[in-house]
């Protein structure tokens, strides 16, 4: 089984910013790619950043030049750093992992994490 616990979530300022983490735990071969993902009241989920192990990166239009994506591949961890805030980026977040379980079969498997809550107040 695989765990992805999210930390860093919480209450800021407009024009703060916040450092979310991502960090997957259990047995697994490799995980090609790690994205975020949030949800805000009322409406449906949203893509915000994806990596994969090999370093790309990618973000959605709303949060490009603001947030930053890394990936610790060592340590199965993702950081989000979240700088200028908005009120519109409050939203519960929500850290997702495509793993490869085998070195021997390439089928990926999806896994989320329980969701940190960020609150941008203006």
């Known amino acids: 089984q695989v765990q992805l616990v999210e930390s860093g979530g919480g209450l800021v300022q407009a024009g703060g910013s916040l450092r979310l983490s991502c960090a997957a735990s259990?047995?697994?071969?490799?995980?090609?790619?790690m994205a975020w993902y949030r949800q805000a009241p009322g409406k449906e989920r949203e893509l915000v950043a994806t990596?994969?192990?090999?370093?790309?990166?990618d973000y959605a239009d709303s949060v490009k030049g603001r947030f930053t994506l890394s990936r610790d591949n060592a340590k199965n961890t993702s950081l989000l750093l979240m700088n200028s805030l908005k009120s519109e980026d409050t939203a519960v977040y929500y850290c997702?992992?495509?793993?490869?379980?085998?070195?021997?079969?390439?089928?990926?498997?999806?896994?989320w994490g329980q969701g940190t809550q960020v609150t941008v107040s203006s």
């Open positions: 997702k992992a495509l793993v490869r379980k085998s070195i021997t079969f390439t089928a990926l498997y999806q896994y």
């Open positions: 259990g047995s697994f071969f490799s995980i090609p790619s």
């Open positions: 990596s994969t192990s090999g370093g790309t990166t």
